[in-house]
T-cell receptor
Framework: QKEVEQDPGPLSVPEGAIVSLNCTYS??????FMWYRQYSRKGPELLMY????GNKEDGRFTAQVDKSSKYISLFIRDSQPSDSATYLC???????????FGQGTILTVHP | GAVVSQHPSWVICKSGTSVKIECRSL??????MFWYRQFPKQSLMLMAT?????????EQGVEKDKFLINHASLTLSTLTVTSAHPEDSSFYIC????????????FGSGTRLTVV
């Protein structure tokens, strides 16, 4: 069993839809949770960073962490074609320690 | 914000030759550098962790003699793929960590290596 599980999709939604991306994890030592967006042949870029259970909002993005269920989510509101990318969840135990990534979800937002 | 410059962005080399990939932190000091490998439509796989001035720590299954990592300064880390073979063709990405950035990780733009 992988430490971090993420549905690889692909996920295709119409422009303006709300997108929900999810990851589950098994290692209770993970304390820091991140969501990255990766465009084809580019390095990942950080979207959200959280370290406590609950919700964190930044513009159209909301990150949700439920440590008791070992479950994290990323919601994208009013999705745009420019949001089409691969979304990776990642987590670490100590801050600045090595990251463990999910498999990544391929998202396509069509006009 | 923190920027990591990774070069080259793509490289083609002949089988048996060596290739060096550089990652430079442009406006901060990277205390730790992570090197990843990514195959098409797959996630990032950690290869090794390096701290400035010390030997890299390799993940299980990664050949340290094949993938040489040098982190000689706080702003530069290099990955050398020695005696490259076609199966080494992949996308290589570095990630720098600095204590100054509470969010921790800044990624390079990646290097696409093709061995022919």
């Amino acid at each position: 069993q992988k430490e971090v599980e993420q549905d690889p999709g692909p996920l295709s939604v119409p422009e303006g839809a709300i997108v929900s991306l999810n990851c589950t994890y098994s290692n209770s030592a993970f304390q820091y949770f991140m969501w990255y967006r990766q465009y084809s042949r580019k390095g990942p870029e950080l979207l959200m960073y959280t370290y406590s259970s609950g919700n964190k909002e930044d513009g159209r993005f909301t990150a949700q962490v439920d440590k008791s269920s070992k479950y994290i989510s990323l919601f994208i509101r009013d999705s745009q074609p420019s949001d089409s990318a691969t979304y990776l969840c990642a987590m670490s135990a100590p801050r600045g320690g090595k990251l463990t990534f999910g498999q990544g979800t391929i998202l396509t937002v069509h006009p | 914000g923190a920027v990591v410059s990774q070069h080259p962005s793509w490289v083609i080399c002949k089988s048996g030759t060596s290739v060096k990939i550089e990652c430079r932190s442009l406006d901060f000091q990277a205390t730790t550098m992570f090197w990843y490998r990514q195959f098409p439509k797959q996630s990032l796989m950690l290869m090794a962790t390096s701290n400035e001035g010390s030997k890299a720590t390799y993940e299980q299954g990664v050949e340290k003699d094949k993938f040489l990592i040098n982190h000689a300064s706080l702003t530069l880390s290099t990955l050398t793929v020695t005696s490259a073979h076609p199966e080494d063709s992949s996308f290589y990405i570095c990630s720098a960590v600095t204590v100054e950035n509470i969010y921790g990780y800044t990624f390079g733009s990646g290097t696409r290596l093709t061995v022919v």
